[in-house]
């Protein structure tokens, strides 16, 4: 064999199973069709990288199984990424929820994993494209644009689907259809949703506001801020929520949780009945968006309006009903949720369970978080998994 481990895909999954296996001397050849490594890691929390976050457990994450990522989160915690970064001198800083930033630049992170690979002497083969993968009868043969190269353990480490314009591509999804694994559908998650026409062009005034907000569906609730498009709707809660949305189904929007606007306006009308109800409304919501709900209210004086007008104003706030057109696609989802059915692979290993030496691990798998930096967690887990099992 030429190598004793493949891996193609130099993400935050694919280097963080080389640098492991390194460590325990095993050659390792990194392939990638891009020019640059880990460029997912550079576009990160807006070029800072949310590298992980304080509080991730298996509660975080989207599966089929939501138990399958257990044993790897449980053998690779966030506190042994905070010491790898910090034996780097990385500064970083802690945001709201547990989110973990760098002070400086996300580049920091990918020259971390380089020197990690660097270190133990793994060799990355960047812009190289994989033409065909075979198994052979003691390993595997990658034949690339460059040559073919043989392995007895091939790792997958492709990504998803999500952000095609950095290179994002089916590949992994591919090769497990090829070694007859199940996939479950990958689909956009962490992405924002779009509106139809006719609910576009009435909120188009709102585009650019964000506003705190408590967003649920029949299946979860995220209270996070909300950011009105010209598309639709965005921001932290909407990208959660997105993940547990499925096409024509609403969401309920909750712009002041915690608060009972309709008791609200109802002491309003008794104690100030002379109050216009845009003022009122100006008071707990931005200009902008109290302007909208109240542009069709024809009595402006609170005391001259009735229970069902007060209630029709308070839904529009505590409980706005809406149902997205649909959402922006891979072209802008964070990550893809899906991918191969977790029951074809081993939870401590990573390794299929039909294709012995083969493994797949990170967002290829059926295994999707939640945002604020779970899914590099799963990414550094999935990927030590691997790495410590070949």
């Not at 550079?42 to 070029?47: E, H, L, Q, T, V």
């Not at 509660?59 to 089929?64: A, L, P, R, V």
């Not at 760098?102 to 190289?128: A, P």
Request: hydrophobic fraction near 40%; proline fraction near 4%; glycine fraction near 10%.
């Amino acid at each position: 064999m030429d190598f004793e481990t493949i891996i193609i895909g130099a993400g935050a999954a694919g280097m963080m199973c080389g640098a492991t296996a390194g460590q325990r001397d095993k050659t390792v050849l990194i392939i990638d069709h891009a020019d640059k490594a880990g460029e997912k890691i550079r576009i990160s929390g807006g070029g800072r990288c949310n590298f992980t976050n304080m509080h991730c457990t298996y509660e975080n994450f989207i599966s089929q199984n939501p138990h399958f990522c257990k044993s790897a989160l449980s053998r690779y915690t966030p506190y042994d990424f905070i010491d790898l970064v910090e034996s780097y001198g990385i500064a970083w800083h802690e945001k709201t929820l547990g989110q973990l930033f760098c002070d400086g630049r996300s580049q920091q992170v990918i020259d971390m994993l380089l020197s990690e690979c660097e270190k133990v002497g793994n060799q990355i083969w960047l812009g190289t494209e994989i033409l065909d993968v075979r198994k052979g009868e003691t390993g595997f043969i990658a034949t690339t644009n460059r040559q073919s190269v043989t392995c007895e353990k091939l790792i997958i480490a492709t990504g998803g689907a999500s952000i095609p314009k950095m290179g994002a591509t089916r590949l992994g999804y591919k090769l497990a259809e090829q070694f007859d694994l199940k996939l479950i559908e990958p689909k956009p998650a962490l992405v924002p949703f779009t509106f139809t026409d006719e609910l576009k062009a009435p909120l188009k005034t709102l585009s650019g506001l964000s506003v705190p907000a408590r967003v649920s569906n029949l299946n979860a609730s995220f209270e996070e801020d909300l950011l009105f498009t010209h598309r639709g709707l965005s921001g932290p809660s909407i990208l959660q929520i997105s993940s547990y949305w499925e096409l024509g189904t609403q969401i309920t929007v909750d712009m002041q949780a915690g608060l009972d606007i309709l008791d609200i306006l109802k002491t309003a009308r008794t104690e100030t009945p002379r109050q216009n109800i845009k003022t009122i409304i100006s008071k707990l919501l931005p200009d902008r968006l109290a302007e909208q709900i109240c542009k069709d209210v024809k009595k402006l004086r609170i005391a001259d309006m009735s229970d069902p007008e007060l209630i029709n104003i308070a839904l529009q706030i505590n409980g706005w009903q809406v149902k997205p057109a649909g959402t922006e696609g891979f072209r802008t989802a964070e990550v893809t949720k899906g991918g191969v059915d977790t029951d074809e692979l081993s939870s401590k290993t990573m390794e299929t369970k039909k294709v012995p030496g083969l493994y797949f691990i990170g967002e290829v798998v059926d295994v999707t978080g939640h945002l604020g930096g779970h899914n590099f967690q799963w990414a550094w887990a999935s990927g030590y998994a691997a790495g410590s099992a070949v």
